[in-house]
């Protein structure tokens, strides 16, 4: 097992770091503050597009696309993307479009990737995902309400959905959907996706929620009601009953982009903690010599590593083994990298004292991110349960199997 980049990977990566130490990082906390700062700032700032035009033109663009790199040569690219709110963007490697993008790549028909696909790999609009819903437990997505149902040559779509993160941006222009297609069928054959624009009628944003407080304009995460929505049969994905299908498709590469982005999160903080620990004295002394400080900085250096190993090795086993042969390890990512995320960002802010919960610096907002991320894409809980699920598996026996 070799974790070099290849000569491709490495040249990529080096080109992405250098990027965004000169385009990106000189101009992101004044993006933010501009933003923040607008009666509305559901919009898109000029200097994005421009940004976007500079990396398209150095061929830094759809990095994560299925056929472009490998899952271990993209993962250190997405760690860099993940030190930067904005980064993902301006690459054209932002979730939900990575993921969305993916299940049209493998699953979608030449007409839906004509009409859907080729927009949003030029970066011209934005999309959304529906999945979880506020009336369910939404961690057992088999308890799904809404309803995908075919009427001749269309698909009327009724549910309500929420946490739909990218709904709020400007450009969004499609959801995929998963609903209730068969309730008879196998459990895991029940559900379909399908392609909805956000402009079809019976289609409403009817709120845009707050996490912490934090709204992340211009993409946030909102509550979308669909009420009688009719939309054509060919846009339904892959076909009615693969919704399940789909889905373990589109999350195993998914998990290493948001795992990496994390840890380049995680990174940046620490840097952060450690500036601020160098910098400035109290009683005398630095920061960093004060509390246990030093200990704590050095237990985030070692989680941060511990962290992407595991990372980097999930990533190889998905190049050499495909999906199944690393559903432990998917699992394992998810769950133990936004939980390292979460407590060296709060270390972080705590060496800041209470600028760390200002917009002052980034941190509040990264709190925000990674103690989301262990709700998204499935809680704690249930990635902890496939890894004990497969562990105790091997410790059946031929009784146990009956």
Same mark, same amino acid.
């Given at each position: 097992?070799?974790?070099?980049? $290849?000569?491709? =990977?490495?040249?990529?990566?080096?080109?992405?770091?250098? %990027? *965004? /130490?000169? @385009? &990106?990082?000189?101009?992101?906390?004044?993006?933010?503050?501009?933003?923040?700062?607008?009666?509305?700032?559901?919009?898109?700032?000029?200097?994005?597009?421009?940004?976007?035009?500079?990396?398209?033109?150095?061929?830094?663009?759809?990095?994560?696309?299925?056929?472009?790199?490998?899952? $271990?040569?993209? =993962?250190?690219?997405?760690?860099?993307?993940?030190?930067? %709110? *904005? /980064?993902? @963007? &301006?690459?054209?490697?932002?979730?939900?479009?990575?993921?969305?993008?993916?299940?049209?790549?493998?699953?979608?028909?030449?007409?839906?990737?004509?009409?859907?696909?080729?927009?949003?790999?030029?970066?011209?609009?934005?999309?959304?995902?529906?999945?979880?819903?506020?009336?369910?437990? $939404?961690?057992? =997505?088999?308890?799904?309400?809404?309803?995908?149902?075919?009427?001749?040559?269309?698909?009327?779509?009724?549910?309500?959905?929420?946490?739909?993160?990218?709904?709020?941006?400007?450009?969004?222009?499609?959801?995929?959907?998963?609903?209730?297609?068969?309730?008879?069928?196998?459990?895991?054959?029940?559900?379909?996706?399908?392609?909805?624009?956000?402009?079809?009628?019976?289609? $409403?944003?009817?709120?845009?929620?707050?996490?912490?407080?934090?709204?992340?304009?211009?993409?946030?995460?909102?509550?979308?009601?669909?009420?009688?929505?009719?939309?054509?049969?060919?846009?339904?994905?892959?076909?009615?009953?693969?919704?399940?299908?789909?889905?373990?498709?589109?999350?195993?590469?998914?998990?290493?982009?948001?795992?990496?982005?994390?840890?380049?999160?995680?990174?940046?903080?620490?840097?952060?903690?450690?500036?601020?620990?160098?910098?400035?004295?109290?009683?005398?002394?630095?920061?960093?010599?004060?509390?246990?400080?030093?200990?704590?900085?050095?237990?985030?250096?070692?989680?941060?590593?511990?962290?992407?190993?595991?990372?980097?090795?999930?990533?190889?086993?998905?190049?050499?083994?495909?999906?199944?042969?690393?559903?432990?390890?998917?699992?394992?990512?998810?769950?133990?990298?936004?939980?390292?995320?979460?407590?060296?960002?709060?270390?972080?802010?705590?060496?800041?004292?209470?600028?760390?919960?200002?917009?002052?610096?980034?941190?509040?907002?990264?709190?925000?991110?990674?103690?989301?991320?262990?709700?998204?894409?499935?809680?704690?809980?249930?990635?902890?349960?496939?890894?004990?699920?497969?562990?105790?598996?091997?410790?059946?026996?031929?009784?146990?199997?009956?």
């Amino acid at each position: 097992m070799d974790f070099a980049l $290849s000569p491709k =990977a490495a040249d990529l990566h080096r080109r992405v770091a250098d %990027f *965004i /130490a000169a @385009e &990106i990082e000189p101009i992101e906390h004044g993006y933010h503050a501009e933003l923040l700062g607008l009666d509305n700032p559901w919009q898109v700032l000029p200097v994005i597009e421009e940004l976007k035009a500079k990396a398209r033109e150095q061929g830094l663009w759809n990095l994560f696309l299925p056929g472009t790199l490998s899952n $271990s040569d993209y =993962a250190p690219l997405a760690e860099l993307m993940g030190r930067s %709110f *904005i /980064a993902p @963007e &301006i690459f054209n490697c932002n979730a939900p479009d990575t993921g969305n993008a993916e299940v049209l790549v493998h699953y979608g028909s030449q007409q839906q990737k004509d009409e859907w696909l080729a927009p949003l790999l030029e970066g011209k609009i934005r999309s959304a995902f529906g999945m979880t819903e506020p009336g369910v437990a $939404s961690s057992d =997505a088999t308890n799904m309400e809404s309803t995908v149902m075919l009427d001749g040559d269309t698909v009327v779509i009724n549910g309500r959905k929420w946490f739909s993160t990218g709904i709020g941006h400007p450009n969004c222009r499609f959801i995929i959907f998963m609903g209730l297609t068969d309730a008879n069928a196998h459990r895991h054959q029940r559900h379909s996706m399908v392609i909805v624009p956000v402009d079809a009628p019976g289609v $409403s944003v009817e709120r845009m929620l707050p996490v912490f407080g934090l709204f992340d304009p211009p993409y946030g995460h909102g509550e979308v009601s669909f009420t009688d929505v009719r939309v054509p049969a060919e846009n339904v994905i892959a076909g009615p009953g693969r919704g399940f299908e789909i889905a373990q498709g589109r999350l195993g590469p998914g998990r290493i982009h948001h795992c990496m982005r994390l840890i380049g999160l995680s990174e940046k903080a620490l840097e952060l903690a450690c500036t601020r620990a160098s910098t400035r004295t109290a009683f005398g002394k630095p920061l960093a010599n004060l509390g246990g400080n030093r200990e704590r900085i050095a237990k985030a250096r070692i989680a941060i590593e511990q962290a992407r190993l595991l990372v980097h090795y999930t990533a190889w086993l998905l190049d050499t083994h495909g999906i199944a042969g690393a559903i432990s390890q998917v699992s394992q990512i998810k769950a133990a990298v936004p939980v390292m995320a979460q407590e060296v960002v709060d270390m972080a802010i705590q060496i800041h004292g209470g600028a760390g919960l200002t917009d002052d610096f980034p941190l509040a907002a990264a709190y925000a991110g990674a103690r989301s991320l262990r709700l998204a894409d499935g809680p704690d809980e249930v990635h902890l349960g496939v890894v004990a699920r497969i562990e105790l598996a091997k410790y059946k026996t031929a009784g146990d199997a009956k």
